[in-house]
Nanobody, 117 residues
Framework: QVQLVESGGGLVQPGGSLRLSCKAS????????MSWYRQAPGKERVKVAS????????DYAESVEGRFAISRDNAKNMVFLQMNSLSPEDTAVYYC??????????WGQGTQVTISS
């Protein structure tokens, strides 16, 4: 069965950096474009970054463009999110998943990112 295990979150001061990791299993990882999503308190989950199957193409939400970088390692079935210049508005639970997710698709537990001084 599909499993997605996110890690790397934490409490960081504004301006700081974090690198999130996601280990995927249970599906043919290298054949799926992947995305990072986030859900802030009281808000809907939104997509923030996406990467193509081989990693040659990436796309970012306007709110994170230039600060976040998504990458992947198909040999390890992992996807990463490097987050720089973090601000309190980036506080959220971060999830990884396929770039197209249906209502019945599995979601991992996410990793909490808190930006606060």
């Amino acid at each position: 069965q599909v499993q997605l295990v996110e890690s790397g979150g934490g409490l960081v001061q504004p301006g700081g950096s974090l690198r999130l990791s996601c280990k995927a299993s249970g599906f043919d990882f290298s054949t799926y474009a992947m995305s990072w999503y986030r859900q802030a308190p009281g808000k809907e989950r939104v997509k923030v970054a996406s990467i193509s199957t081989a990693g040659g193409a990436t796309d970012y939400a306007e709110s994170v463009e230039g600060r976040f970088a998504i990458s992947r390692d198909n040999a390890k079935n992992m996807v990463f999110l490097q987050m720089n210049s973090l601000s309190p508005e980036d506080t959220a639970v971060y999830y990884c998943n396929k770039i197209v997710v249906s209502p019945s698709d599995y979601w991992g537990q996410g990793t909490q990112v808190t930006i606060s001084s």
